[in-house]
């Protein structure tokens, strides 16, 4: 294939006059960016260029933004380059428990009875509801995230452990773990991958095997990113 040009049409007085080539330092107006790019679209950009200016730049879930190793996307605080599949900039959630758990021998979920506080990368995205005795959070769009608990736990006895993850209220995964009544609170981790789909509730509890009172430790955390 031979060489590629990014041309543009030029007008005298609103009418075409000529076919030009893009050169280093161009702009593109708002006034003629389109504000959406559909999937049968083709939108290709070569060269360097100092400025692409639209009010909103839709991508459908099959189209691709790509740039080559020396390129950059840069935007503004309330910028981003929204699609189905994945948004930019990528969603998160950062919980924290600021106090002691009380301890119990029924499950518990994390935060139960405690403040918990949180840090967001995308305003109300994420939904905490602690509004009853279940906690749990909520994300606003379908996709593939990670879960990753770390938690801080004691009880009254030398006992196994567990910390379950569950999905719309079915555990998906679980990490166990010993906890020695002489040298607790030990910790236990756990690490989820997996499709979460917007409306179902996310919980992170703890259950002790037999009648062992057990609770979670100031500065537990959870975390949950959102990754395709």
């Known amino acids: 294939m031979g060489e590629q040009l990014p041309l543009y049409l030029a007008k005298n007085n609103g009418d075409p006059s000529a076919i030009a080539e893009f ?4 702009t593109i107006p708002s006034g003629n960016m389109a504000s959406s790019i559909s999937a049968t679209d083709v939108f290709a950009l070569t060269g360097t260029f100092t400025e692409l200016n639209s009010t909103s730049i ?6 691709g933004l790509q740039c080559s190793s020396t390129s950059s996307i840069h935007t503004s605080a309330n910028v981003g380059i929204d699609g189905d599949l994945m948004p930019i900039p990528a969603p998160l959630i950062w919980l924290r428990m600021e106090a002691d758990g009380a301890t119990h021998v029924s499950e518990r979920d994390f935060g139960f009875n405690v403040a918990v506080i949180g840090v ?7 939904n905490w509801d602690d509004s009853s005795t279940n906690n749990r959070l909520y994300v606003s769009a379908d996709g593939v995230y990670k879960v990753t608990a770390n938690c801080s736990v004691i009880s009254d006895t030398t006992i196994e452990v567990s910390l379950n993850l569950k999905i719309n209220s079915i555990i998906v995964h679980y990490a166990t773990q010993m906890v020695h ?3 607790d609170p030990h910790r236990v981790s756990l690490t989820y991958v997996g499709v979460i789909l917007k409306n179902q509730p996310i ?3 703890r259950t002790a095997d037999g009648s062992a009172a057990i609770a979670l430790k100031k500065f537990s955390t ?7």
């Open 120 to 126: 967001s990368s995308v305003p109300n995205y994420f």
């Open 23 to 26: 050169s280093t330092g161009d």
């Open 58 to 63: 839709n991508v459908s879930s099959n189209v």
């Open 222 to 228: 959870l975390l949950i990113e959102r990754v395709g």
């Open 203 to 205: 919980q992170l509890t």
């Open 181 to 183: 009544t002489l040298t």
